[in-house]
Each structure stands twice: as C-alpha cells, then as structure tokens.
C-alpha cells in the first residue's frame, strides 16, 4: 500500500511569487490535513479537507488556500510569497480525519523563500 | 486553544541509557499520538493511545496515557543511535481532521 506522497519534494521561489503544492493520500483515505513546520514555530495546522470540502481551518492569512479533488487528492497554493513562508510543509491523511483516527505523514516539500 | 507542551526539548544521551519525555497539556483529548520525525522526512507514527491509564510497548518504547488524558510519556529503554529524532505528540480534540501538535522533544543517542 502506498503511503502520502507529496511534490515537489523542494522549492525555491522568489518573494512575491505564488506556489503550489501537491499532496496524494493513502488510497481509501478521505481526508487531508496540512501543516506547516518551522524550527520556531512547530507544527502549525493550516487546514484540513474531507470529501473535497474544507472542515477545519487554521490561522494563517488568506494567502494561504488549498482544495480536494473527487480522487482525495489535495493542493495548497499560497499566494504573493513572503520570506517567512520558507518551512516544511507536510500533508497528513487519514481514513476519516475523526478524532482517534491515525494521520499519516507525507514526506513534506521543502519550500524555500528568496 | 487546546496546547501540548513537551520536555525536555533538547535530550542528549549515551546508548544504553534509558529517557522519559513527557507531553502535558491542561486539555483533556480523546486520544494522543506519538511520531517519530528524522531530518527532512514527515513525522512517522509510532503509537496511539485512547484509554486514560492506557499503557502501549512498541519494543524498548513504552507510552503511557495519563488517567485524566491530559498528559502522555514516553520511555525508551537502553537507547540506540538509531532512535536519534525529533519526538512529537499530538492529540485530538474535539475537531476531526485537526491534531494539536507539540514542540517536540529532539533526541541524540551517541554510540
């Protein structure tokens, strides 16, 4: 069974500048869940999206979105690049998303902002 | 906003020697997991814990749900070089689909 997979693995992009990640889940899982990590921050939630519908949603501005397609597959887009958007942004998925389900973890996409 | 804090943050140890980390948060969750997370990768999971009191061994590693599931450890016996990671938990509120996540606790086990 295949596990999260998400690309590009890393990105190097300038301010101002939009970028779109890509985030296949575990086949039969129908939620996606994404985070961003940065060694000062952690691992914030940015938002989670079940049956192509967004569910819950973090705190982060507007210039971050994302959406689900019918497969379950997911993108996030964040728009007008800023510096401190650099981090690791990981996908996790899960079969339902409901509390005691297990999230699994892509391997991330390393965004670099220049 | 439900928090998890976890300590120590920075852990660093000889093989063989055995750790506790901790995770405690003033919140209540309905269940706690633990991931283990090595440079550049995703976090992988390690274990999920439900029941308050719950006690669960993976191998050398055993992870303990505190009775009001407020707090989660973790104790690894005789540590190897390759349990080096970040260590993080996350728990699971009252919003499906959104897992709180801790700091983390970053351990180095020097052969």
């Known amino acids: 069974k295949a596990g999260v997979t998400q690309t590009p693995r890393y990105l190097i992009k300038t301010r101002g500048q939009q970028v779109t990640l890509s985030c296949s889940p575990i086949?039969?899982?129908?939620?996606v869940s994404w985070y961003q990590q940065t060694p000062g921050q952690g691992l914030q939630f940015l938002f989670e999206?079940?049956?192509?519908?967004?569910?819950n949603k973090g705190n982060f501005p507007g210039r971050f979105s994302g959406r689900q397609f019918s497969n379950s597959r997911s993108e996030m887009n964040v728009s007008t690049l800023e510096l401190g958007d650099s981090a690791l942004y990981l996908c996790?998925?899960?079969?339902?998303?409901?509390?005691?389900?297990?999230?699994?973890f892509g391997q991330g996409t390393r965004l670099t902002v220049v | 906003t439900q928090l998890l804090e976890q300590s120590p943050q920075f852990l660093s140890i000889q093989e063989g020697e055995n750790l506790t980390v901790y995770c405690n948060s003033s919140?209540?969750?309905?269940?706690l997991q633990w991931y283990r997370q090595e440079p550049g990768e995703g976090p992988v999971l390690l274990v999920t814990?439900?029941?308050?009191?719950e006690v669960k061994k993976l191998k050398r590693l055993t992870f303990q749900f505190g009775d009001a599931r407020k707090d989660s450890s973790l104790h690894i016996t005789a540590a190897q070089p390759g349990d080096t990671g970040l260590y993080l938990c996350?728990?699971?509120?009252?919003?499906?689909?959104?897992?709180?996540f801790g700091d983390g606790t970053t351990l180095t086990v020097k052969p």
């Open positions: 919140s209540v969750f309905s269940s």
């Open positions: 814990v439900v029941t308050g009191g």
């Open positions: 086949s039969g899982h129908r939620s």
């Open positions: 996790a998925s899960s079969w339902t998303g409901h509390r005691n389900t297990e999230a699994f």
């Open positions: 996350a728990g699971a509120g009252t919003n499906a689909g959104k897992s709180t």
């Open positions: 999206y079940f049956s192509e519908t967004q569910r």
